[in-house]
């Protein structure tokens, strides 16, 4: 079971970016999804989660209103819409799988999975 974050890359600030997680084996469709970010030398946070139905996001305050977490059950995937990006939203963005929303946004233990990790980069 496995999850394939893409859709990093170079951006100028006040850009888009849409970052997907692909995830294989059928319990992670019954999993809530979490988007988290590692800028250097600071630690992992939570961005944003949805649980497994979609029906519920949570977002952090940094990203409230820009970013949007979705998912398509069909095509196994989760995605993180970047909007109106910031320099300071430069990191390396992980997803990863949970059985509940609370776990998959960082607020309690539990993660099952993360995916590897895609580069963003937001520059002036």
């Known amino acids: 079971v496995q ?3 893409s859709g990093g890359g170079l951006v100028q600030a006040g850009g888009s970016l ?3 997680c692909t995830y294989s084996g059928r319990t992670f469709s019954t999993y809530a999804m979490g988007w988290f970010r590692q800028a250097p030398g ?3 946070e939570s961005v944003a989660a949805i649980t497994w139905r979609g029906s519920d996001t949570y977002y952090s ?3 409230k209103g820009r970013f949007t977490i979705s998912r398509d059950h069909a095509k196994n995937t989760v ?3 970047m909007n109106s990006l910031k320099p300071e939203d430069t ?3 992980y997803c990863a799988a949970a059985p509940s929303i609370a776990q998959a946004m960082g607020a309690r233990a539990g993660i099952k999975s993360w995916g590897q990790g ?3 980069t937001v520059f002036q």
Do not use: H, I
Request: net charge positive.
């Open 79 to 81: 995605y993180l819409q």
């Open 18 to 20: 849409r970052l997907s």
């Open 91 to 93: 990191a390396v963005y």
């Open 118 to 120: 895609t580069q963003v």
């Open 61 to 63: 305050d940094s990203v």
């Open 42 to 44: 600071k630690e992992r």
């Open 3 to 5: 999850l394939q974050a």
